[in-house]
């Protein structure tokens, strides 16, 4: 209850500066509109404006999430059961994550189209994250119990199911956690680039373009709330799912 308390004094403050800001040192330049403004937009753009563009974004979004961190964990796994392997997948992790999504995005629109480039730098994102997540977490297994399996007999399957995926549990949620805006920013880079005519990258960009301030800044506030509400969503499962590990969920 404290952190939660404690999350919403640290988001009135937010919007109490912001209001403060906008009232007095950007007032009159029209860049920063108030957080009154804002609501006004957005009770005129009406709320089936912005579900309708942000249902659209959490699809392509979601997608992307699920196929990023499959791969992740798998090649996770993989590492664990094939430690000669554990060279290549770090070098893959640091590539994904060298690359700029504003780089490949255009040769992914260009190859496939449509809304391609949006699940793909939706899974991009994630892909590192959950990658180097997965790993130290499967790597946190007590070396007592790993040799209590190895005693009874069990291979290296049985000390990664029995042993090591327990383990590992806080920290992949943790990573699946972190993921979730950095899926929700992937899939509207991937909107930006073109090719799609709806999502919130889409309608930012087109505000961007008329120059509807409260606007821009009513989408990018609907983006921050839909991050926070996931990345929220995965906290509470994470504690559900691992009780034992409550002091190391964020």
């Given at each position: 209850m404290t952190r939660w308390l404690g999350g919403?004094?640290?988001i009135a403050v937010l919007v109490a500066l912001?209001?403060?800001?906008a009232a007095t040192v950007f007032a009159g330049g029209g860049a920063v509109p108030t957080p009154l403004a804002v609501a006004q937009q957005f009770a005129e753009d009406g709320w089936q404006f912005y579900?309708?563009?942000?249902?659209v974004t959490l699809s392509g979004a979601g997608m992307g999430y699920l196929w990023g961190n499959l791969i992740a964990?798998?090649?996770?796994?993989?590492?664990?059961?094939?430690?000669v392997t554990e060279g290549v997948a770090t070098q893959l992790a640091v590539v994904s994550y060298c690359m700029p999504l504003t780089a490949i995005g255009p040769i992914i629109l260009v190859v496939f189209g449509g809304r391609t480039p949006t699940i793909f730098l939706a899974a991009l994102s994630v892909f590192f994250t959950t990658l180097v997540g997965s790993l130290l977490g499967l790597r946190a297994a007590d070396r007592a119990s790993l040799d209590v399996v190895t005693a009874y007999g069990g291979n290296r399957w049985h000390r990664l199911v029995k042993v090591q995926i327990v383990a590992a549990?806080?920290?992949?949620?943790?990573?699946?956690?972190?993921?979730?805006?950095?899926?929700?920013l992937g899939a509207i880079i991937g909107e930006y680039l073109g090719g799609v005519d709806s999502g919130l990258g889409v309608v930012l960009t087109v505000a961007q373009q008329q120059y509807v301030v409260p606007r821009t800044w009513a989408l990018a506030v609907v983006c921050g709330l839909l991050a926070g509400v996931g990345y929220a969503l995965l906290a509470v499962l994470?504690?559900?799912?691992?009780?034992?590990?409550?002091?190391e969920q964020g």
């Open positions: 919403a004094a640290g912001w209001w403060v800001l579900w309708d563009n942000a249902s964990l798998a090649i996770a796994m993989i590492v664990l059961l094939f430690p549990l806080p920290a992949v949620l943790n990573a699946l956690k972190i993921a979730v805006p950095a899926a929700l994470g504690r559900l799912i691992t009780p034992w590990a409550k002091g």
